[in-house]
C-alpha cells in the first residue's frame, strides 16, 4: 500500500467517526465493581459484574436510533430518537465512583406525543423471576406462562406502591429505582418467551417536562432482600423514611395501634359486641366505625381501644343527580365543592370518580375534587367533629390509592407532582395538625411520613374476589383461582413492604378482603399475618360474631402477640427454606424469628422442632 493510499484510509477513517450522527458500535466504562457497554446503533447497554463474572444484556423492544455518542470522564452521552415521540432525548449514563451502580438521566424538550420507552429491558434468564412492588409484593417466575402482560403506574396505590422493580434468580441480578416516578410506570411484558420488565415516561402534561432518572444497582448476592434494602437505604436518603417509633413519640396513640385488630362491624349497640371481644381476650382493637360521642367517650375510657371513622376527601356529585337520580347523598362527599373545585381533564370535562347505582339501575359516575382543595375541605369538616366526637383516628379513603392525577381546571391547575404534593398535604394535616392516628387506602411510600398504617397493603389489588370494594360484608364459600393462586398464593407473594418498611407503618388486609372473608382461606391469611408481623381484620355483624367468636379469638391471639411484640422492629430477612417455597422465615430486628409451614408435610427446624402443616413457631419472644 502506498502511502499516499495509507493517508486516504487514515483520513476516511477518522472523517467517518468525526461525521456528526455517525458514531462508533460501542462504547464501554469502567469502574472497581462493574462495566458497562452501550450499543450505540439501538441504544441497548450490558452490563458485565466483575465479582461474579456474569453479563447482564438488554433487547430494544422499541425501535429507534442513537447518535451523536460519546464517552465521558464516567459515563456515555447520547441522543436517542423514538419514532413517533420527534423529540431528541439527550441521555446521560453515570456510573457511580466504585459502586455496582448506573444511573440513566433522560432530557428533552417539547411536546410529548406518547409514552418514551427507554432505557430497553435487560434480558432475564430461566430460573429468575421478577420482583414488582405492587402492594405488599409479588413475584413472577419468569418463564411462567400464566403470567399476562401489565402496566403498573408508579403514582398511585393501584400500581407499584415503591419506585423500584427487580430481577433476581435468588442471590444476583439487579434493580431498577425510578427517582422521577410521578410520571412513570412498568411494563411487564415478554422477550424471547421470558417476562421482563420496561420503564415507561409519561408526558407531564402534554410536554417532556423535567428531567427523568432511573438508578440500576447490580447485586452478586442477597437477592429481594438486598433489594429492598437498598430501596430503604434510598427511602432514608429522599425523606421518605419515618419510623412508628418516632411517630408515637409525637402521638403516643400511636401506640393503641401496634397489635391490634381492625374491626368493621356493622352493629349499632357496638359498646356490647366491644365488651365481648374484651371478655374473650381480644383487648387491642381498633374500632373503624363512626359511632355516636357517647359511645366513642366510653370506648376511649377502655384500655387499647382506638376509635376511628371512614372519611373521603374525593368524591362528590352533580345536585341534580343526586336530586334527580339517587336514593340520597353520601354524608363524606363534599358536595359544597360542586362545580368549582372538581378536577377538569385536558379537554374541559370533568374526570369521572367512583360510580353510584341509581334508582334507575343505572351507574352514575362522582366528580373527582382536586385534591389542591381537598385539604380547605378538611379544614372545615374535622377540627369542629372533633370538639363533639373525641376519634383518636381517622381512615382517609381513596387518597393514595387513587392515582396522582393532572388537573386542567384554570381555577386549580395541578401536575401529577402537584398532586402528589396536596395528598400529602392532606394526610400531613390529619396526622400533624389534627394529631390523629391516620391511615389510607392500599398505600404508597409517599405516604410513610405522614400516615400510620395502611388498609389494603396486604392484599394484592388485581388478585382480590371480584367487586371487593362494593360488597364487602359478603362471604366466600368458593374460593376463586386467582385468590387461591395469587393473592394468598406463598409461592408468588414476598413481603417487600415489610422488609422496606415494616417499622414505619401496619399494613392491613383490604376492606372487602379480610381475614374472614373467605373462610376456606382463614388460616392461610392469619399465617401471613403472622409471618410478616402485620395486623389482621375482621368483618362481621352480630349473627357473625356469635357463630364465629371462637375463631376470632383464636385467629387475633394467634396473630396479635406477634404483632405486638415486632411492632416497632426492622424486618431484616426473609427466606425459603424449602425449594417449593412451602416452609418460609422472616427475622426482625429485635430478635425475633418466625417460621411458617404453609405445605401438608410437617417440617423439622435445625433444633428438632417440628412445624406441623398450616402452622407456626416463633423464637426469641
Known sequence: MTIALRRLKIFLVVLLYCSPGVIAEKISVNNNAISFTVETDDGTISVADKRTGQTWRQKALTKGTATNASQTADGIEMTWRQPGLDLDVKVKLHLEKNMPELTAELSAEGPMKSALSFPHPFVTERGTYLVVPMNEGISYPVDDETIKPRWFVAYGGHGICMSFWGVTDGERRHMAIIETPDDAAIHIQRTDGKLCIEPKWESQKGNFGYTRKLRYVFFDKGGHVAICKRYRQYAQQTGKFKTLEEKRRENPNVDLLIGAVNIWCWENDALTIVRQMREFGINRILWSNRKPPEVIKAMNEMDGVLTSRYDIYQDLMDP??????????????????????????????????????????????????????????????????????????????????????????????????????????????????????????????????YVHYFEGMLSLGPYRVPDAGRNMRKIWDEVPEQVAKFQLGHKYRLPLWELVYHDCVVSQWYWGDYNNKLPALWQKRDLFNILYGTAPMFMFDRNLWEKDKERFTQSYKNICEVTRAVGYAEMTDHKFLTPDRDVQQTTFSNGITVTVNFGEKPFSLRDGKEIKPMNFHISGM
Not at 374541559?348 to 385539604?375: I, N, S, T
Not at 372533633?386 to 376519634?391: A, D, F, G
Request: contains cysteine; proline residues 8%.
Open 320 to 449: 341534580q343527580i343526586v336530586k334527580n337520580k339517587l336514593r340520597g347523598q353520601h354524608p363524606d362527599w363534599t358536595q359544597e365543592g360542586w362545580p368549582d373545585d372538581i378536577m377538569l381533564d385536558q379537554n374541559g370535562k370533568p374526570l369521572e370518580g367512583w360510580r353510584v347505582r341509581g334508582q334507575d339501575g343505572q351507574m352514575y359516575p362522582c366528580g373527582v375534587l382536586c385534591d389542591k382543595q381537598a385539604l380547605k375541605h378538611a379544614e372545615q369538616r374535622v377540627p369542629g367533629e372533633l370538639k363533639t366526637h373525641p376519634y383518636r383516628c381517622r381512615f382517609i379513603d381513596t387518597t393514595t390509592a387513587s392515582p396522582w392525577r393532572e388537573c386542567y381546571n384554570p381555577k386549580h391547575p395541578m401536575t401529577r407532582s402537584d398532586s402528589r404534593h396536596w395528598k400529602m398535604e392532606l394526610l400531613r394535616y390529619m396526622s400533624e395538625k389534627m394529631k390523629l392516628v391516620t391511615g389510607s387506602e392500599t398505600g404508597h411510600d409517599a405516604a410513610v411520613p
